[in-house]
């Protein structure tokens, strides 16, 4: 089951050539959505004038070796391995969703367009990636989303908000329930059918889901880095140390209320979880 191609057997009622057809219209309507996503949030246009803002306030030249630089690191924390993420239950999560998200797509997309499936690799892959995708995604709906784990919000109260992680859930669990029951008739078309409807409504709903801001998310953490190195830190004050005596002697109120060695700020909104209904 786990090392046989689930889209071969569909040729007898789909042709291939329909089924690459729905992988290039997916594709056409993801690009679509992200574009008129950018254009309605303008999200686009405030990215390029924040750049050029701090492109002016810049006190020092970052050269394009530097960049470079901080691009890689960008792309191995931010991306590879979502470091942004300080609860790890939370991180653990994304990163199964993410790398599950991405194995299903790809190779999908390889078995439908006539890949070799004779090892059996592609279609374990396959059923991997929707099991991470599943594990990770059911992970962070029942347990993790911030309005059920912090508001007591019930986890079936639905918003239009919902509709990325709802769709991305949906097609992972019914693409698994379609393979498994395949060769059961009746059962293996209807969750089939559920599975591209679920397929569709992901791909189709970018403009309004959070499906674009993985497109978003890397440039605004590579544009993070280069203000911070720059140090044009978006006209925002620099860090002080708050134990230097030249700057307790510009803010007197510091050793008057902080005392002589004052932390920095102290752990904040990581000193417990968030569970405050």
């Not at 590879?80 to 194995?103: N, Q, W």
């Not at 986890?155 to 669990?173: G, H, K, N, P, Q």
């Amino acid at each position: 089951m786990f090392t046989s191609n689930p889209f071969s057997e569909l040729t007898a009622l789909i042709s291939p050539e329909i089924m690459q057809g729905y992988i290039i219209l997916m594709a056409i309507l993801v690009f679509l959505g992200t574009v008129l996503d950018m254009v309605h949030k303008k999200s686009a246009k405030y990215f390029f004038e924040n750049s050029k803002k701090a492109q002016e306030a810049a006190k020092r030249p970052v050269g394009a070796g530097e960049k470079a630089g901080m691009l890689v690191a960008t792309v191995a924390s931010e991306v590879l391995t979502s470091s942004e993420f300080c609860y790890v239950p939370r991180r653990i999560s994304h990163l199964l969703t993410m790398y599950g998200f991405v194995i299903f797509v790809i190779t999908t997309a390889l078995m439908i367009f006539g890949a070799d499936t004779a090892s059996g690799t592609l279609p374990a892959l396959w059923h991997i990636g929707a099991l991470m995708l599943a594990v990770g995604g059911y992970w962070f709906w029942f347990f993790i989303r911030v309005d059920v784990s912090a508001e007591g919000k019930k986890w079936y109260e639905l918003c239009r908000a919902d509709i990325f992680i709802v769709s991305l859930l949906t097609m992972a669990t019914f693409a698994l329930l379609w393979s498994f029951t395949r060769d059961v008739a009746g059962w293996g078309m209807l969750f089939f059918v559920l599975f591209i409807i679920s397929s569709t409504t992901l791909f189709s709903t970018v403009l309004w889901s959070k499906f674009a801001h993985m497109f978003f998310k890397p440039a605004a953490a590579f544009q993070k880095r280069v203000i911070k190195a720059d140090e044009s830190r978006e006209n925002l004050p620099p860090d002080y140390d708050l134990t230097d005596p030249a700057v307790q002697a510009k803010f007197p109120d510091i050793p008057e209320y902080m005392g002589k060695n004052p932390p920095n700020m102290g752990l904040g909104i990581k000193r417990e979880l968030p569970h405050h209904y």
